[in-house]
């Protein structure tokens, strides 16, 4: 999502859920691919979940304009 204004994401350009599908598992394939262990929650679903992450997260975000 678009996070350039405020905290939250904007999902307005979003795929429609049939296209984001697609991608969203290409996306877990590619992952399965490269990583010993992927696990995957159901598209579209609010989920609630636990995470416990060891070290440090980076999060990237890119962009193709300048600010």
Sequence with gaps: GDVRKGRRPSFIKAAPPEKAQKLYEAL????????????????QAHMIINVLNDGPVTVLLDSDKLF
């Design 28 to 43: 877990v394939d590619s992952c399965k691919k490269k990583v010993k262990t992927v696990e995957k929650g159901q598209f």
